[in-house]
């Protein structure tokens, strides 16, 4: 069993930045996969990213590559999203999660555990 807890969520101007953490607990996440979803209100979960357990290797989706970068502490058990250039678009709650299981990298039902989310507010 794995815990995940997110913070550092807000309200920011367009153009702002903002960094989410992502703290685990129960198991070290130094054999997981993991990544970070969002859902804008009445829309579906969707991916924003994921990173591989090294670290070494990240992939995005196109909607916020460039401009968003995630990256892991494997030694703090925390996971991170750093956002930069936010946009009013990218105003959602974001979720990390892991235990990636079969399955699409980019399906909210691959991945097996999840934290409650943090609020993210963009405003123009």
Known sequence: ?????????????????????????????????????????GKEREFVGVITQSGSTTNYADSVKGRFTISRDNAKNTLYLQMNSLKPEDTAVYYCATDLRAGSIYAPTSWGYWGQGTQVTVSS
Do not use: N
């Not at 069993?1 to 703290?23: I, K």
């Open 1 to 41: 069993q794995v815990q995940l807890v997110e913070s550092g969520g807000g309200l920011v101007q367009a153009g702002g930045s903002l960094r989410l953490s992502c703290a685990a607990s129960g198991r070290t996440i130094i054999w997981y996969v993991m990544g970070w979803f969002r859902q804008a209100p």
